[in-house]
């Protein structure tokens, strides 16, 4: 579910800013601190090149940069959650009778906080759209649209050579 959370707010992210590609921690066995130090500066030195390929102004950045930053926040404070959550699940599985409501009840939860994230990120969206002149969206949809389909690509490559659903 963790992958799930990150990928799914992420790509919020990625349609509201229409610039991050999927940027999961994947500096496995870093620090917590040194993962987020390299996320951020992920996302931070992608949307430099995005802001300079689609000539932001200064207003523009400084708006579209306050969007990604809050959502940030959000993702993270839900990463959080969903950490201690986990281990709530696992201290479940280790009794003789787990106990279902309680499970449900966090499922429930972590689905309820997914969906409120998803809605904000669309108003984000719709906040950053109003941020862009027609022209620039358009560079940033293609973008996406390029970025998408290239995900598409290694999927079906992936599932190609390791099988799977397809």
Partial sequence: MKSITF????????????????CGPHGRGLSEDMQTEQVDRFINNHLDKVFKEINASD??????????????????????SHKADLETVFEEMKKDKPDAQKLHALLDTQIEQ??????????????VHAVLSPEQRTVV???IKQHH????????????????HK
Avoid at 7 to 22: D, E, P, R
Avoid at 61 to 78: F, G, H, P, S, Y
Avoid at 114 to 127: G, S
Avoid at 150 to 164: L, Q, S, T
Wanted: charged letters at 30%; one cysteine or more.
């Fill in 7 to 22: 990928h799914a707010v992420t790509g919020c992210v990625c349609l509201t800013i229409g610039l991050f590609s999927a």
């Fill in 59 to 80: 207003s523009q950045r400084e708006q579209i940069t306050a969007v990604k930053d809050k959502l940030l926040v959000q993702l993270r404070a839900m990463k959080g």
């Fill in 114 to 127: 997914k969906k409120e994230f998803a809605h904000q990120a669309i108003d984000a969206l719709i906040e």
């Fill in 149 to 164: 389909e290239m995900r598409r690509e290694r999927f079906k490559m992936f599932h190609k050579h390791f099988g799977g």
């Fill in 141 to 143: 949809q293609d973008k």
